[in-house]
T-cell receptor, first 111, second 112 residues
Framework: DAGITQSPRHKVTETGTPVTLRCHQTENHRYMYWYRQDPGHGLRLIHYSYGVKDTDKGEVSDGYSVSRSKTEDFLLTLESATSSQTSVYFC??????????FGNGTRLTVT | DQQVKQNSPSLSVQEGRISILNCDYTNSMFDYFLWYKKYPAEGPTFLISISSIKDKNEDGRFTVFLNKSAKHLSLHIVPSQPGDSAVYFCAASGNTGNQFYFGTGTSLTVIP
């Protein structure tokens, strides 16, 4: 898994509650990404980071925020979860000129 | 708007035959293309890539073809094996801040 750990692996939460997903890497890669996978939509980029405290929005960033205070950790926060955010979330890492490597995902259910 | 498209949600192939998965893109700035394979409950795994300066790249049973004028790429798997049964995603990247755009995936089933 190229040294990528996502936690938790599964989470069920209620609408309106805050949720934070964590991605931890041991590869010292500069770039980190959060994607969501949904049927019929494939993988869509939520946010990405190109260095500590340097982040940018992806295609589907509304309702999500991220933080990267250390090279190895990239956090994805849903400030107030909605049912439309029920999805599988994947973290990925990269060097900027090579393929992305993905974690095993977090399955989030918002009831 | 989807910049990378995989128009076939599923494909079934007999073991030993060729599997051909297709992908189209709309952004002419893309210059790096990749294929990923995904098994259930796992993250996508990198399979093969090609840069825009090439039109073919081969790695064992896997070959990726790129037709820049048609904005089309394909993945050929020869011979197909049951273990190749998975969802395949194509992806593209370019001068866009290191963002990678993915297609919707094609579920390949290789029948023994």
């Amino acid at each position: 898994d190229a040294g990528i750990t996502q936690s938790p692996r599964h989470k069920v939460t209620e609408t309106g509650t805050p949720v934070t997903l964590r991605c931890h890497q041991t590869e010292n890669h500069r770039y980190m990404y959060w994607y969501r996978q949904d049927p019929g939509h494939g993988l869509r980029l939520i946010h990405y980071s190109y260095g500590v405290k340097d982040t940018d929005k992806g295609e589907v960033s509304d309702g999500y925020s991220v933080s990267r205070s250390k090279t190895e950790d990239f956090l994805l926060t849903l400030e107030s979860a909605t049912s439309s955010q029920t999805s599988v979330y994947f973290c990925a890492i990269g060097t900027g000129d090579s393929p992305l490597h993905f974690g095993n995902g977090t399955r989030l259910t918002v009831t | 708007d989807q910049q990378v498209k995989q128009n076939s949600p599923s494909l079934s192939v007999q073991e030993g035959r060729i599997s051909i998965l297709n992908c189209d893109y709309t952004n002419s700035m893309f210059d790096y293309f990749l294929w990923y394979k995904k098994y259930p409950a796992e993250g996508p795994t990198f399979l093969i890539s090609i840069s825009s300066i090439k039109d073919k790249n081969e790695d064992g049973r896997f070959t990726v073809f790129l037709n820049k004028s048609a904005k089309h790429l394909s993945l050929h798997i020869v011979p197909s094996q049951p273990g190749d049964s998975a969802v395949y995603f194509c992806a593209a990247s370019g001068n866009t801040g290191n963002q990678f755009y993915f297609g919707t995936g094609t579920s390949l089933t290789v029948i023994p």
